[in-house]
């Protein structure tokens, strides 16, 4: 089954993410998230998609963040 995340992490200031938002995407590893100006996307297997982004979210609080905005949607079964 294939899934994909959609979040942002605030606070954000475009054009200078801040270091919450880039351990978030630091801890996306080894996906490799697609990164926008106001938010940001990973696809992956449902279980890739989801332990990332429990990763993803505890390290984006650890550094700082206030609030994680998260929607998962799955692509197809399988």
């Known amino acids: 089954m294939l ?8 606070p954000f200031e475009e054009g200078n993410p801040g270091p919450h938002v880039q351990a978030a995407i630091d801890a996306l590893a080894p996906l490799d998230p697609d ?3 106001f938010g940001n996307a990973v696809e992956g297997s449902l279980d890739e998609v989801f332990s990332a982004m429990v ?24």
């Open 3 to 10: 899934a994909r995340a959609e979040f942002t992490v605030e």
């Open 55 to 78: 990763n993803s979210i505890r390290a984006a609080m650890e550094a700082g963040a206030t609030r994680v905005s998260l929607n998962m949607t799955v692509l197809h079964g399988g």
């Open 35 to 37: 990164i926008g100006p």
